[in-house]
Nanobody, 124 residues
Framework: QVQLVESGGGWVQAGGSLRLSCAASGRSFSSYGMGWFRQAPGKQRDFVAA????????RYADSVKGRFTISRDNAKNTVYLQMNSLKPEDTAVYFC?????????????????WGQGTQVTVSS
């Protein structure tokens, strides 16, 4: 079983920055795509960003393009989400996920393993 553990969540003022980390264990991390999703209270879980196995391809939701950056360090079995210019509407629980393929997938059904989630709160 793949284990995913997020860290780096917290609260930040609008316009500020935050970096989330997701450490993976249990399988060959470098063989699979990774993604970030988020879920705000009363709303569905939405795609945020994804990165393929070699970091040759990335995908972003329109709402975060130009502000968020996904990256990975396969030697450390870790994926990151750098969040800049944060807005109150970015407030949500953020989930790290590992896919069953090498691709950067944009839909949650493509992911097999999920972290516990970490809260990000952006105040105005």
């Amino acid at each position: 079983q793949v284990q995913l553990v997020e860290s780096g969540g917290g609260w930040v003022q609008a316009g500020g920055s935050l970096r989330l980390s997701c450490a993976a264990s249990g399988r060959s991390f470098s063989s699979y795509g990774m993604g970030w999703f988020r879920q705000a209270p009363g709303k569905q879980r939405d795609f945020v960003a994804a990165i393929d196995w070699s970091a040759g391809s990335t995908r972003y939701a329109d709402s975060v393009k130009g502000r968020f950056t996904i990256s990975r360090d396969n030697a450390k079995n870790t994926v990151y989400l750098q969040m800049n210019s944060l807005k109150p509407e970015d407030t949500a629980v953020y989930f790290c996920a590992a896919s069953g393929t090498r691709a950067a997938l944009t839909f949650d059904t493509g992911y097999e393993y999920w972290g516990q989630g970490t809260q990000v709160t952006v105040s105005s």
